[in-house]
């Protein structure tokens, strides 16, 4: 997938000249719907976008993956579970513990949960409905590799749109997370599935494997992300990841 295959030929909307040269790659699972939308958001932060296949085995000298939403493999077994044993996730889960930024958005969390490089699951939505809606988002741990462009304790709004995204885990696992500062989001407000402590994304011990269940990828165009007031779809709260993890290479 290269940027002149994107509708509409994004222009990159950063100025950090430390964009270029930097290589993320999306995978794409048979079932992935926001694959095209997450390799958008990486092109209009300036980084190359590299097309990945779920039965690729090497990561094409990526310098960070994104792991898209969506509905692999239908959703069949659990969500996530038989993405997490796709040939590309051998090569991620050991690219991961050796640092590679890895971001994982709405079924990408479940991938991320189901393959053991974050700990707990996602299951069905507490009032057993699919939601979509603009959702608020308290920053609760900024200094990740996705998440260094925010400030601790910022609100920020990006949409949410889930059918399996109440996030659980034992009360140990719980407990570990908020010690570590592990917790990187958090529902502000209202917690739209049930998921436990008000958990919307976390992070690995290292920093450099973030999930969560909101989109930020839909949030990245003025007129096209979420609304903010009364100015509908304004928002670009969502940038902030993309800009974050060229900060954290161009750091490295």
């Known amino acids: 997938m290269t940027t002149d295959q994107l509708i509409g030929a994004p222009v990159s909307t950063t100025s950090a000249p430390e964009a270029q040269g930097l290589r993320v790659g999306v995978v794409t699972f048979p079932g992935s719907l926001d694959d095209r939308d997450a390799a958008r ?5 300036g980084p190359e976008v590299v097309p990945l296949w779920h039965a690729d085995t090497t990561l094409a000298s990526v310098d960070a993956v994104v792991l898209p939403g969506g509905f692999s493999y239908g959703d069949y077994l659990r969500c996530g579970a038989i993405a997490a044993r796709s040939p590309i996730m051998e090569a991620i889960v050991d690219a991961a513990k050796g640092g590679l930024p890895v971001l994982g958005i709405c079924n990408g969390f479940q991938i991320l949960c189901e393959s053991g490089l974050l700990p707990g699951a996602l299951v069905r939505n507490d009032h057993q409905q699919f ?3 603009d959702q608020k988002l308290r920053v609760e741990n900024a200094n990740t590799a996705w998440t260094s462009s925010y400030e601790q304790g910022q609100v920020i709004t990006v949409p949410l749109k889930n059918g399996e995204g109440s996030y659980q885990a034992d009360q140990h696992t719980l407990d570990e997370l ?3 500062g592990r917790v990187v989001f958090r529902y502000e407000g209202y917690n739209p599935n049930g998921s436990q402590r ?3 994304g976390i ?10 269940m909101p989109h930020p990828e839909h949030a990245v165009e ?5 609304a903010v007031g009364s100015d509908m779809g304004a928002g670009v709260d969502g940038q902030g990841f993309f800009t974050s993890v060229i900060a954290h290479l161009t750091r490295a």
């Open 41 to 45: 958001a990486i092109a209009l932060s």
């Open 131 to 133: 939601i979509c809606r």
């Open 222 to 226: 003025a007129g096209f992300g979420s």
């Open 178 to 180: 908020e010690a570590e």
């Open 203 to 212: 992070t690995n011990t290292q920093g450099n494997v973030v999930g969560l």
């Open 198 to 200: 008000d958990i919307a």
